[in-house]
Antibody, heavy 119, light 107 residues
């Protein structure tokens, strides 16, 4: 069964770069049917799509974050990563990684990792 | 950017009742819409995709429908396990966008 697991620091200082990795197990990342996505949820608020990466390396970002976001993938390690630069307290959130199946939606999610931006 | 608007923000219902949640898209998204359920402390779970298709393992009491840019999630007979927040999401256009959520709480 497909599983996704986020990992990375739970505390990041303001102005620094948030870095998270999602490890995929139980399935292949290399399919044209899949996008691999990052979504976040600030405390007590709704879901915000950050960006996605396709199996061929193409990336798609939320315009509201595009200038600060980089998503990359290492298919050989079954991992994809998120980097968010120049963070502020507004970036404090639970960060989820997920698989999006073409024409279906986000069908598998990681458990989420809480990231706090604070000095 | 396509704006997804959900209504109501909160719904207070009793177990066994029929529940209808609404989601509007600011422009056409054909049927590229999904519904998710999120319980406290958990990741969202895919319920419905393609506006009306149930995801794997989702009970038949959950159904989705579409009329133009208006989408509806119906829970035929609410069970105690269904009290949660529900989100709609469009994946027709970049950027993908979510509605703000509807909380279904116990009356």
């Amino acid at each position: 069964q497909l599983q996704l697991q986020e990992s990375g620091p739970g505390l990041v200082k303001p102005s620094q770069t948030l870095s998270l990795t999602c490890t995929v197990s139980g399935g292949s990342m290399s399919s044209s049917d899949y996008y691999w996505a990052w979504i976040r949820q600030p405390p007590g608020k709704g879901l915000e799509w950050i960006g996605s990466i396709f199996y061929d390396g193409r990336t798609f970002y939320n315009p509201s974050l595009k200038s600060r976001v980089t998503i990359s993938a290492d298919m050989s390690k079954s991992q994809f990563s998120l980097k968010l630069s120049s963070v502020t307290a507004a970036d404090t959130a639970i960060y989820y990684c997920a698989r999006h199946v073409y024409a279906i939606g986000l069908d598998h999610w990681g458990q989420g990792t809480r990231v706090t931006v604070s000095s | 950017e396509i704006v997804m608007t959900q209504s109501p923000a909160t719904l207070s219902v009793s177990p066994g009742e029929r529940v209808t949640l609404s989601c509007w898209a600011s422009q056409s998204i054909t049927t590229n819409l999904a519904w998710y359920q999120q319980k406290p402390g958990q990741a969202p779970r895919l319920l419905i995709y393609d506006a009306s298709s149930r995801a794997t393992g989702i009970p038949a009491r959950f159904s989705g429908s579409e009329s133009g840019t208006e989408f509806t999630l119906t829970i035929s007979r609410l069970q105690s396990d269904d009290f949660a927040v529900y989100y709609c999401q469009q994946y027709n256009n970049w950027p993908w966008t979510f509605g703000q959520g509807t909380k279904v709480e116990i009356k």
